[in-house]
């Protein structure tokens, strides 16, 4: 074998043996970039983002009973014109007070009537009714009956409606209150007198 081609093989070794090696470089950093990018994505993957909502203001209503146009509370709203003297079996008296919401919010309210402890207490019949009252069929209160005929009770309470009555803001109604003597009150209450108390109580509808 000549020098020369010894030398030509030499050197075309050496000549693949420098391109395999310079080649093998850009493949690992291609390599090595690959792998940078998938550690890219899964860092990617993990960021976050975070929003708040902001609320508007909450604020309560008002809850306000008047009844002809006074509160009632804490004094009691005299009710003068619901009173008599001199009552017989078979008598009756009536007014009418108008019930308002000055509050901000629907109510629904309830009417009782408490007696005092009185022997004369239960034999008086207690009726509401929607209207107003009428002199001429015998101090009836006219309209619809709100609840039904309830005798007083003696150092008690009872309630005066079928069930709750509603009224929007700014809404009235007239309630018609009618107190009779039974017809078959003994003579045993002569003479005698009973306090009653009407007690309202409103709660939000």
């Keep these: 074998m000549s020098r020369q081609e010894v030398s030509s093989s030499a050197s075309g070794f050496g000549a693949r043996a420098r391109s395999l090696m310079s080649s093998s470089k850009p493949r690992a950093v291609?390599?090595?970039?690959?792998?940078?990018?998938?550690?890219?994505?899964?860092?990617?993957a993990a960021w976050s983002d975070t929003a708040t909502a902001t609320s508007g203001v909450f604020s309560t209503g008002s809850i306000?009973?008047?009844?002809?146009g006074e509160?009632?509370?804490?004094?009691?709203?005299?009710?003068?014109?619901?009173?008599?003297?001199?009552?017989?079996?078979?008598?009756?008296?009536?007014?009418?007070?108008?019930?308002?919401?000055?509050?901000?919010?629907?109510?629904?309210?309830?009417?009782?009537?408490?007696?005092?402890?009185?022997?004369?207490?239960?034999?008086l019949n207690t009726l509401l009714e929607d209207g107003e009252p009428n002199s001429d069929s015998g101090n009836r209160c006219s309209g619809n009956s709100l609840g039904p005929q309830a005798r007083l009770v003696k150092n008690g309470s009872v309630d005066l409606f079928d069930g709750p009555r509603t009224l929007a803001p700014g809404e009235s109604e007239n309630v018609c209150f009618q107190?009779?003597?039974?017809?078959?009150?003994?003579?045993?209450?002569?003479?005698?007198?009973?306090?009653?108390?009407f007690n309202f109580h409103a709660t939000t509808a």
Excluded: C
């Design 30 to 44: 291609a390599s090595l970039g690959i792998v940078l990018g998938l550690g890219a994505i899964g860092t990617l």
């Design 179 to 197: 107190i009779r003597l039974v017809t078959d009150t003994p003579t045993s209450v002569e003479g005698k007198s009973v306090d009653v108390s």
């Design 64 to 68: 306000d009973l008047e009844i002809a």
């Design 71 to 123: 509160q009632g509370n804490p004094d009691a709203y005299a009710f003068t014109e619901f009173s008599t003297a001199g009552m017989y079996p078979g008598d009756r008296v009536s007014a009418a007070l108008p019930v308002t919401n000055t509050g901000s919010v629907p109510i629904t309210y309830m009417i009782s009537a408490a007696a005092s402890n009185s022997d004369m207490a239960p034999h």
